[in-house]
């Protein structure tokens, strides 16, 4: 260590920290996204403000019907610009319009990008490379469309040196740390239906479903097995073999007392196991296991076209028998077959059976095959009171025991089919709007929180927390890394809160091909 004279000069006092800073700078060879602290705009359609376009929340957007509509975006400090990614929103064919500039001043533009033509990908990025370029702020010129001049952009991404990095608070997002894996660090794993727990009754032990064989095909089945861990992700043990699962909701594990657990196999094929000895109690039992329990009973739908007429339809199970019983037979719709639009019962499945919280009513899907619409019914508990929902809520669930709730991505009530999510009597009326944009929903306990991901094809997929009657996301509770084997292979995210509302479960596409069983501990 070399002396320091009091009359040194302050610049050579500061020499080596200069000389730190530019090998720093050095370092930052890789480019990365960059923070935009300000985004303004020469016009805007009402809430669709500019800020949506960075402010990491999927499902906001910027919009605006002015053919020659100026986005411009800050930096804030000096970067050198190595590419932009845009997620354009819009259906499949259209065809965006743009020019792109950067500026170092604000007051002399560089023209970077010209006349590009860009299709909305889906909700995915579209990436723009380009030549490095020095900026503080950039501009899109916005065209309009092949079919309007409106433009709809939900995120912009600036990628770069230097500038400001993008933080993970920016985003809202939990830290990594929060996040556990639930088996083991290899196998494709997953829970069950959205909004059904995996947890046992009292909340000490977890059901997931672990792959034997990697799926590859969202329509195959799978040799798989049915699992059990503690609460606290340890004391894993295999409890049944699974002749063949899907990706698709897995097999479905549902716990129907603290000891037992009904799963599905193949396509049609329900059994009731126990946790602690792994013997077979209940089944094969022919029927499609449902989401959800009331008392000692749970639900199965008879779909089978091959069999008995009479006897297709909902069916409730006691857990500790197996004796069944016809709730909902799919002949007692033939009064809505002209609404449903297919007049042949034999086509009719029903799925996604629930019931209401306090085990009032039930409510099921109509599938009548593609290209029909589909359909939501409820009724008592007995069968009695048939009533016609119309176009379903997506992934519908029973808020209490009068009322559900579901994303509107299609109901007929007058209101944006803009995938909110709104709880609705059983006549379709419109209660309240609960959180907002997503895809399957589950809600805590109390009521008071709803986790749900992005929608159907969006990249990246994210799993989105709403605090209840907000439309924007609370947090962002986990990002996955591969959104082809979320939708290409049917591994949907499928959340759920644990018994205490204090966990969510999930599934998380952790690299291509592979998805695992997940949760995040919340605050």
């Not at 920016?170 to 959205?194: C, N, W």
Request: hydrophobic share 35%.
């Amino acid at each position: 260590q070399l002396p320091i004279h009091p009359m040194t000069p302050l610049r050579l006092l500061l020499l080596p920290l200069v000389l730190l800073a530019v090998g720093c700078q050095a370092l930052d060879t890789a480019p990365r996204p960059l923070r935009i602290v300000a985004v303004t705009a020469s016009n805007a359609d009402g809430e669709n403000v500019p800020e949506h376009v960075a402010d990491g929340l999927p499902g906001t957007r910027w919009a605006t019907g002015d053919k020659a509509a100026v986005l411009t975006l800050d930096l804030g400090a000096q970067a050198t610009l190595t590419s932009c990614r845009v997620r354009w929103v819009g259906k499949a064919g259209r065809v965006y319009s743009f020019d792109l500039l950067a500026s170092t001043d604000g007051d002399a533009w560089q023209q970077i990008l010209a006349n590009q033509h860009s299709t909305a990908e889906h909700g995915r990025f579209v990436d723009y490379a380009m030549p490095p370029t020095p900026a503080r702020y950039v501009r899109l010129h916005c065209l309009g469309n092949s079919e309007n001049s409106w433009t709809h952009i939900d995120e912009v991404r600036l990628v770069g040196l230097g500038g400001l990095p993008l933080l993970a608070d920016d985003l809202r997002e939990v830290p990594e740390s929060a996040l556990h894996r639930v088996g083991d660090a290899t196998s494709f794993s997953g829970f069950g239906y959205y909004g059904t727990c995996p947890e046992s009754p009292s909340g000490t032990r977890i059901c997931y479903t672990r792959f034997v064989q990697p799926p590859t095909s969202a329509k195959g089945r799978y040799p798989a097995e049915l699992w059990v861990c503690d609460h606290d992700l340890t004391h894993h043990r295999k409890v049944a073999g699974i002749d063949r699962a899907a990706t698709h909701n897995a097999a479905m594990g549902l716990w129907v007392s603290e000891t037992r657990v009904a799963y599905q196999a193949g396509y049609s094929q329900t059994f009731v196991v126990d946790a602690d000895s792994g013997q077979t109690v209940l089944g094969p039992l022919d029927g499609q296991l449902q989401h959800n329990l009331h008392g000692s009973e749970f639900l199965i739908c008879r779909n089978d076209p091959q069999g008995t007429p009479e006897a297709r339809g909902l069916y409730a199970v006691d857990a500790q028998t197996g004796a069944m019983r016809l709730l909902l037979p799919i002949a007692a719709l033939q009064p809505f077959a002209e609404k449903v639009g297919e007049p042949d019962l034999l086509r009719w499945h029903l799925q996604h059976g629930q019931w209401s919280t306090d085990g009032s009513r039930l409510a099921a899907k109509i599938y009548a095959g593609k290209g029909r619409d589909w359909s939501l019914v409820t009724c008592r508990a007995d069968g009695s009171e048939l009533r016609w929902f119309g176009h379903k809520p997506m992934h519908f669930q029973w808020y209490d025991g009068d009322t559900l709730f579901g994303h509107d991505s299609e109901v007929e009530d007058g209101l944006p089919d803009n995938r909110e999510l709104r709880r609705r009597q059983c006549d379709g009326t419109v209660v309240e709007t609960l959180a907002g944009y997503g895809c399957h929903p589950t809600l805590s306990p109390d009521r008071q929180w709803v986790a749900t991901e992005t929608w159907y094809g969006s990249d990246p997929v994210r799993l989105m927390l709403y605090r209840r009657g907000q439309t924007k996301p609370d947090r962002i509770l986990a990002t996955l890394v591969d959104a082809d084997t979320v939708w290409g292979l049917s591994a949907h995210v499928n959340a759920s809160f644990s018994r205490d509302g204090k966990r969510v479960y999930f599934n998380r596409a952790v690299a291509p091909g592979l998805s695992q069983a997940y949760c995040v501990d919340l605050d």
